[in-house]
């Protein structure tokens, strides 16, 4: 298992204003955290693997 980190993500990420990689306060709207993300190369990777496991799972998915 090389992402530990994804499980606690799955579980933690109960605050949609904080970015659930860095931990970052995100700006409100729904372009905050794809915007984040577009800023902060790590958590892109990061939610790149989030999004392959939590895909899984959650049908309708992220991306517009
Ligand atoms: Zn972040």
Do not use: K
């Amino acid at each position: 298992m090389h992402t530990p980190h994804i499980s606690y993500l799955t579980h933690a990420w109960t605050d949609p204003s904080r970015c659930p990689f860095c931990l970052s306060t995100l700006d409100d709207g729904v372009d905050a955290f794809p915007t984040h993300l577009s800023q902060s190369p790590n958590c892109s990777v990061e939610f790149g693997d989030w999004e392959e496991v939590v895909g899984e799972f959650v049908g309708d998915g992220w991306a517009a």
